[in-house]
């Protein structure tokens, strides 16, 4: 069953078309990877997920309700969390309330007038921020500023976030760019070791990446689907190595 | 046993900024404070302990904070002089339309942020301002400003003297406590993610325009009950309560105390104050040019504030201990 179900989307800046008729459908519990080279509307597409760019035509369907006209708090309330490029986090604050808020925001929805309620007063919910943090390997570092991190850290410390609200669907924009070998590969593990009912949608360049996580890969070449399919039949597919390396010379 | 030390804990803030307030006419006087002093520190610890809910949590910087301070206290004296002496439905009342008025500036001027939005609350202070001097002249008294009023009354009470300064220290005590609790709860933290990370709290679920307006409400009524008090404490609404040099003046009191750390700014209110009415006796005019040299110097080697060399030099103290 399809968890997200983008039907002809459409999308252009001025001139420049980008995206043209998307058709996506992504499996519930699938990990589904998007690639393509620069400038093919990879994270254009994402960011119609997340609310933040509305696009001209279409439609985008998760689990049922749409998700066009739909503000980004209230699609993170649905159960779509995105881990950005580059980490996003709280970084004047320590680990603890940067995972906090997510927990809160998960009780009480986009806003509570809850003004004079004790944060600390409410243990359960401390402690569940305290599992996640753990969880994510970052338990020496619970009460320093999120800032001081290492990059690393940063981004674990950001999926600490995204999956504290419980998220249906998690989105990631390049998880890994910027990463050094070995914390690719631990970022490779957490995924994979990551709850199987959390649908997940990556965004990437390092094949290497691609290939050890997805079990479907989508191929974006101009804005449009060039090809769909497991690894193993877009490794070979003769539409993609073109779109990555240009005409084959005959 | 926990939860009493708890309460301790969370309140000794609250507890030392009390013993402060309460003994404060024994020991102001000494340090020449003429009386009244005193109760005008304790009306702007209120306007800048609600300042800072508003530019210490969630960042934003409002240059028309006076609008508020300035509306509710022409209310209060119109009250007072038309309705009843009594100041309790005079501040209810002033309280209650200053808020409407944040309300709607706040819908208008939280869609932009930084520069934008500080240029936008000035330009609504303004226009309270002109509005004050030419088409509400006839309740407003223009330029000669609003006199008249009866000697407010609490109930039976004449509010005159060392009473109303235990009015306002009693309503500082209360409205600091309150400040407290709000950064306390999952509502200071909301609002000051925004100040961190705006897109990331959206994108965790979080509508962070309702708690931006939210905090710059809250702020607006804290600066309301500062107006009105200062109707209380003096009998005179003049249209410089509405000025930008008035909403300049809160921006400097915090910013030499220290953003967002609420007690930081009460100190800067207190600095300013009884430096502004103490040393311009020796000073004269040249106090404006002290005050600058101070603000400077703060900003420069000090963006913490007061409350940044506190925590300095509890660090050197404490660590030549363990060094020796």
């Known amino acids: 069953m399809a968890i997200l179900d983008i039907h002809q989307v459409s999308l252009s800046f001025g001139g420049l078309q980008a995206l043209q008729n998307v058709h996506l459908k992504i499996e519930k519990g699938s990990t589904h990877a998007l690639i393509g080279p620069n400038g093919a509307g990879k994270s254009t597409l994402l960011n119609v997920l997340t609310g933040m760019l509305k696009p001209d035509d279409g439609s985008v369907m998760f689990d049922g309700k749409p998700l066009l006209n739909v503000n980004s708090y209230d699609i993170n309330q649905l159960g779509i969390a995105k881990v950005f490029q580059t980490p996003a986090i709280f970084p004047e604050m320590t680990v603890l309330q940067n995972v906090t808020i997510p927990v809160f925001a998960a009780r009480d929805g986009s806003f509570n007038f809850n003004m004079f309620e004790g944060r600390a007063k409410q243990r359960p919910l401390i402690e569940f921020a305290e599992q996640q943090i753990c969880e994510l390997g970052l338990e020496d570092h619970m009460h320093d500023l999120a800032g001081s991190l290492s990059r690393g850290d940063k981004r674990r410390l950001e999926m600490a976030i995204c999956l504290a609200n419980k998220p249906r669907l998690l989105l990631l924009d390049e998880p890994t760019a910027g990463m050094a070998r070995h914390e690719t590969e631990k970022t490779i593990e957490l995924l994979k070791s990551m709850d199987d009912g959390i649908t997940k949608v990556i965004v990437e360049h390092d094949m290497n990446v691609v290939f050890s996580l997805a079990e479907k890969i989508s191929v974006l070449s101009q804005g449009q689907i060039i090809a769909e399919g497991s690894p193993n039949e877009i490794k070979g597919h003769p539409k993609v190595i073109e779109a990555y390396l240009g005409e084959a010379q005959v | ?324």
């Open chain 2, 1 to 324: 046993m926990i939860t009493q030390n708890n309460f301790w804990q969370h309140n000794k803030a609250v507890f030392i900024f009390a013993l402060v307030a309460l003994t404060m006419p024994l020991w102001f006087p000494l340090m020449g404070g003429y009386s009244g002093l005193d109760t005008k520190i304790m009306i702007f610890c209120i306007f800048v302990v609600g300042f800072d809910i508003l530019l210490g949590f969630t960042g934003y910087l409002s240059f028309g904070h006076a609008a508020f301070f300035g509306i509710s206290a022409y209310v209060t004296g119109i009250m007072l002089k038309s309705f009843s002496d009594n100041i309790i439905p005079a501040i209810i009342v002033a309280v209650a339309a200053a808020t409407l008025v944040a309300l709607i500036i706040g819908l208008l001027t939280l869609k932009r942020t930084g520069i934008y939005f500080s240029i936008l609350t000035l330009a609504f202070a303004e226009m309270f301002d002109s509005m004050a001097m030419s088409m509400l002249q006839r309740w407003t008294g223009g330029e000669n400003g609003l006199t008249g009023m009866p000697t407010p009354m609490l109930f039976d009470l004449k509010m005159q003297g060392d009473t109303v300064f235990y009015f306002c220290a009693i309503c500082a005590i209360i409205l600091f406590y309150l400040a407290k609790r709000i950064e306390r709860s999952p509502v200071g933290l909301m609002m000051k993610a925004i100040k961190c990370n705006q897109t990331r709290l959206e994108y965790t679920g979080i509508n962070a325009r309702k708690y931006k307006l939210l905090a710059f409400v809250l702020s607006a009524m804290y600066a309301a009950i500062a107006g009105a008090l200062m109707v209380v404490y003096e009998p005179f609404v003049g249209h410089e309560f509405l000025g930008w040099h008035q909403s300049g003046e809160v921006v400097i009191m915090s910013v030499i105390g220290g953003v967002g750390t609420l007690v930081g700014p009460m100190l800067g209110a207190a600095f300013m104050l009884y430096f502004e009415n103490v040393m311009s006796v020796d000073l004269g005019e040249q106090w404006l040019l002290v005050l600058g040299v101070i603000f400077m110097a703060v900003v420069i080697f000090m963006p913490g504030g007061f409350m940044e060399a506190i925590a300095r030099l509890k660090k050197r103290f404490f660590t030549t201990i363990d060094g020796e």
